[in-house]
């Protein structure tokens, strides 16, 4: 099992891009999950979503957007990129059937310049 | 929603034991207790989860007193790469339905030679 996958690894965007960053997980897990950390801070949770076709805000959902069309996949979606949006993202998964782990993925350290 | 307090940063010798100890006051009757651990440049990392007493795995173990209100991780032997950000996270994950939680800062551990 490769896990939580999420490209790209890095990336610059001049403010008001967009960009879609991915996610995939190949554990079947229901739950998934995107964070974002700035340095030297704790993680903040942007959306999640419970199933395909099932998605809700966290507490930073500004500026994001987020779809579940599969279990699989969870792209996160910024429209016209901020400076404050610089910052490392995460995405991870859980299957809530006993511990709830969260499984990460490696990051997407995003830059807008 | 619980929310916790830990120590920002702590320094250890390589081979000491170290314990780590957050506060929740507020925890639910159906709040579970987990520990996570990032290193630089990587998602967190699931160490260990209990609700009450002692639990111990192959890397930590895990203290809370019968009023579940702090709960301690244990590090035993602590060595250089053990050096990360360690979270502590209550939250109830046996329910229906999802329980926003929150990573906060963590406690920044660091294992001196």
């Known amino acids: 099992n490769a896990g939580v996958t999420q490209t790209p690894k890095f990336r610059i965007l001049k403010i008001g891009q967009s960009m879609t960053l991915q996610c995939a997980q190949d554990m079947n897990h229901n739950y998934m999950y995107w964070y974002r950390q700035d340095p030297g801070m704790g993680l903040k949770l942007i959306y999640y979503?419970?199933?395909?076709?099932?998605?809700d805000k966290g507490e930073v959902p500004n500026g994001y957007n987020v779809s579940r069309s599969t279990t699989e996949d969870f792209p996160l979606r910024l429209e016209l990129a901020a400076p404050s949006q610089t910052s490392v993202y995460f995405c991870?998964?859980?299957?809530?059937?006993?511990?709830?782990?969260?499984?990460f993925g490696p990051g997407t350290r995003l830059t807008v310049l | 929603l619980a929310k916790t307090t830990q120590p920002i940063s702590m320094d250890s010798y390589e081979g000491q034991e170290v314990n780590i100890t957050c506060s929740h006051n507020n925890i639910a009757t159906n709040d579970y207790i987990t520990w996570y651990q990032q290193f630089p440049s990587q998602g967190p990392r699931f160490i260990i989860q209990?609700?009450?007493t002692k639990v111990t795995n192959e890397v930590a173990s895990l203290f809370i007193p019968a009023d579940r209100k702090s709960s301690t991780l244990s590090l035993p032997r602590v060595s250089l790469s053990d050096t990360a950000v360690y979270y502590c996270l209550v939250g109830d994950f046996g329910s229906g339905g999802y329980q926003k939680v929150t990573f906060g800062t963590g406690t920044k551990l660091q294992v001196i030679p």
């Open positions: 979503s419970v199933g395909a076709g099932i998605t």
């Open positions: 991870a998964s859980s299957d809530r059937k006993s511990t709830d782990t969260q499984y």
């Open positions: 209990g609700y009450k």
